[in-house]
């Protein structure tokens, strides 16, 4: 699991600006690449200071 947590950051750097390169209009793709990414970080943060710690090697 602590891997998985990690390696999020990869698959998201890939996945998520990917996912909003599909729009149409490119300011709006601009703005939800970095709503998503955003969102990601606070995501992320919460993984690794609750998660992490109750997680055992």
Do not use: H
């Amino acid at each position: 699991m602590k891997k998985f947590i990690l390696m999020s950051v990869l698959y998201a750097i890939i996945l998520l600006p990917s996912l909003a390169a599909r729009e149409r209009n490119p300011m709006r793709g601009v703005k939800r690449a970095m709503a998503m990414m955003v969102a990601f970080n606070f995501f992320y943060a919460f993984l690794v200071l609750v998660v992490w710690m109750q997680l055992e090697d």
